[in-house]
């Protein structure tokens, strides 16, 4: 259906219209013949573990603003992800990390700024110091029998629930 943020083919500036293409109704462009699908967003987060507690940002903006989500955020057009979680880290808590391996990736339709995937990364630390940011007021580890009520969504809930049931080991 027609996002409320592309009325104008990209392409040639003509007003889209919604018709049903692969059983789906997706924005087209009737001048240039052009379908353009909808992207999902891709955000990149870390699991950062220290004496097997979790590190947590407590938001300071919205969407979720209050809750507890992993280091994170939105994969740029010209970085991959293992760049833009390694990036993200050090922004929003100052810590330099290695990355030990991909854990899984979350599907999640939560965020009012739209659908995407969060891919997680298993992260260590190598150096920094925790610094909060503009973007998390406060941080802590949490031990899985103590994770806060107020987990941010995004995928963040759905990864940090992974983490309190089986240890962050990919199955």
């Not at 802590?140 to 994770?147: G, M, P, W």
Request: glycine share 10%; proline share 6%; net charge negative.
């Amino acid at each position: 259906m027609l996002s409320p943020k592309t009325k104008y083919c990209p392409n040639c500036g003509t007003r889209l219209e919604v018709q049903v293409h692969e059983n789906r109704p997706r924005d087209f462009c009737p001048a240039c013949r052009r379908i353009h699908y909808q992207q999902l967003k891709v955000g990149a987060g870390a699991i950062i573990e220290k004496d097997g507690k979790l590190l947590l940002l407590e938001r300071t903006g919205q969407p979720f603003k209050g809750d507890w989500n992993l280091p994170a955020g939105y994969v740029e057009a010209d970085e991959n992800p293992r760049q833009t979680v390694v990036r993200e880290v050090l922004e929003e808590i100052g810590l330099e990390v290695e990355i030990d391996g991909l854990l899984d990736v979350y599907f999640f339709q939560d965020d009012p700024r739209g659908n995407g995937i969060l891919v997680v990364f298993k992260c260590r630390i190598t150096g920094g110091e925790h610094t909060p940011s503009d973007e998390a007021n406060a941080y802590r580890y949490f031990a899985r029998d103590e994770l806060p009520d107020q987990l941010a969504g995004g995928g963040h809930n759905q990864a940090i629930s992974a983490w309190q049931q089986d240890g962050a080991v990919p199955k």
